[in-house]
Every structure is written in structure tokens, then in C-alpha cells.
């Protein structure tokens, strides 16, 4: 469920934000040193955004859709159980490259859609970082269950009106081959 948080909201714009529901197709590698401990990076398709509930388009509640690449390397330590399962808890930084996006909201009779564009004149900035962290199990047939939370870092406002940034709680199921 991706979010925004915004802060340092001056006087002339006013901007609030709340969940909405995301995707995320992720691949990862692992190499593990022990059976306790391992390291894992990968690719991550991403669509985050937010609702914006009040903003630059008024009171009129406004979807927006950002879709990112990310690149997580993160550091999983595990709790071997009886036979192969385990618990996990993984955590580590992220870089993302933002693809494309969109602002949707409805207009007097029918809906409207937006593109925007990524960069330092477009509606966001280009480039995200932050860390994430996850906790799940690891069943011994190769389902995963985890939960998990994005803490993005950057400033993705192109605007000195407000500060701008990722946010993600992840609920995920995933197969280990």
C-alpha cells in the first residue's frame, strides 16, 4: 500500500496524501554464506504513488501512479526451523529509476488521466533511494510469506513548495526456486 509523506508545506500549497493499493514484480538472487545469514539482490518492478486528497488540482481527489525499477541489496538473516523452512527478517538500501507516471481524477462527468514525466522538470524527480525492510517465513516447498515496509529517502519534489517521498507497506507471496 504506497503512500507519500509530505512535509516542510508552505503556506501556498497545501498537499495531503493517503494509501492506495499498489503491484510489485520482483526477482532476486541469493547467495547465503551459512544457513544463518545470506545476501540478496535482484530487480524490482514497482508501481507506487499515492492518493493526494487535497493538492495542486484542489479539493479533487487525485490517484497517482509511479512506476519504478529498483535495484534493493539486502542483508536477510534466517531462523532455520525443522527441516528446510525458515524465519527471515531482511533489510538493506535500494536505488530506483523512475519509468513513467500518471495522475488520475475525475472531472465533472467522466474521469481524466494524465501523463507525467520523470526529471528535474517534470513531475517528480527521476532517481529514488532509500532502504526497505521484510520479515516472513520461507516454507520448505519454496513459498515465501513476508511483510514488508519501503522507507524511501529522496526528495522527489521538483517543486520548494514541499518535500515529497516514497512510502510502501508490502504484504507478499513469492516462490524460491
Avoid: C
Amino acid at each position: 500500500m504506497p503512500y507519500y509523506a509530505l512535509s516542510n508545506i508552505n503556506n501556498n500549497t497545501s498537499r495531503v496524501a493517503s494509501k492506495k493499493v499498489g503491484f510489485t514484480v520482483t526477482g532476486l538472487v541469493e547467495a547465503s554464506t551459512t544457513r544463518y545469514f545470506a545476501i540478496q539482490s535482484g530487480i524490482s518492478f514497482q508501481q507506487l504513488g499515492s492518493q493526494l486528497d487535497y493538492s495542486e488540482f484542489g479539493n479533487t481527489p487525485v490517484k497517482q501512479h509511479t512506476f519504478w525499477l529498483q535495484l534493493p541489496v539486502n542483508f536477510v538473516g534466517k531462523l532455520p526451523l525443522k527441516g528446510s523452512s525458515y524465519f527471515f527478517l531482511s533489510m538493506g538500501p535500494y536505488g530506483g529509476f523512475g519509468l513513467m507516471g500518471s495522475n488520475s481524477f475525475a472531472s465533472n462527468y467522466t474521469g481524466n488521466r494524465e501523463d507525467f514525466t520523470f526529471g528535474d522538470s517534470g513531475s517528480q524527480k527521476r532517481f529514488d533511494y532509500g532502504v526497505n525492510l521484510h520479515f516472513g517465513y520461507q516454507l520448505k516447498k519454496g513459498y515465501n510469506l513476508s511483510a514488508g515496509y519501503l522507507l524511501g529517502l529522496a526528495d522527489l519534489s521538483t517543486s520548494s513548495r514541499y518535500e515529497q517521498r516514497n512510502r510502501a507497506w508490502a504484504f507478499t507471496v513469492g516462490y524460491s526456486f
